[in-house]
């Protein structure tokens, strides 16, 4: 009886009737729940501690406001003066310095958070509390990346961050080319 059972258990799960029993679902979290952090990856981590951009200046950067430190890195082809040159290094040491202090507290935050539902001591209240405080931090340390975008378009001419533009490919090189816009001709 119960090898009939099975029998037709197996059938209805080929025919897609039943599921398999032996099937999973497989949480794409797994193997995360060893982390430090379980919220961040090494690289996020690594990110957050040495002050780097993770994507946060986009706006910026896709909208004719380049990085400083990918000037600094196109400093020849950009032609940048001394003055250019020194005024970036600047902002970017500004840019790394305030992003690596937000970026330790945004660690310290997300581990307390981490432990507090670690020891199952999370309270609705502190759990606000936490929350909040990484979100204000995260949108500080967004913040800080925007403005030394704002601070690199400041320094250079319209020339140099057409060219930057093409540089990173943002842009094409020629002119007369078009520019990923498609305009219908209207008879």
């Known amino acids: 009886m119960i090898k009939a059972i099975a029998f037709s258990l197996l059938i209805l799960a080929i025919s897609g009737w039943v599921a398999p029993v032996s099937a999973q679902s497989v949480s794409p979290y797994a193997g995360q729940e060893a982390r430090e952090i379980k919220a961040l990856s090494r690289n996020e981590i690594d990110d957050l501690s040495l002050g780097r951009g993770m994507g946060l200046a986009k706006p910026a950067e896709l909208n004719r406001y380049p990085g400083p430190l990918h000037a600094l890195e196109l400093a020849s082809e950009l032609q940048l003066s001394a003055e250019q040159r020194s005024g970036l290094k600047k902002s970017e040491a500004r840019m790394k310095a305030g992003a690596m202090a937000l970026g ?8 307390k958070l981490d432990v507090a539902f670690a020891r199952r001591t999370i309270e609705p209240l502190r759990l606000r509390e936490l929350t909040a405080q990484i979100g204000t931090r995260q ?12 601070e690199t378009a400041g320094l250079l001419t319209s020339d140099q961050i057409a060219r930057y533009d093409v540089l990173r490919g943002y842009r094409n090189p020629s002119p007369a080319a078009p520019s990923g816009h498609h305009l219908k001709q209207h008879r």
């Open 104 to 111: 330790a507290e945004i660690l310290d935050l997300e581990l």
């Open 139 to 150: 949108g500080s340390l967004r913040a800080v990346h925007l403005q030394a975008h704002i």
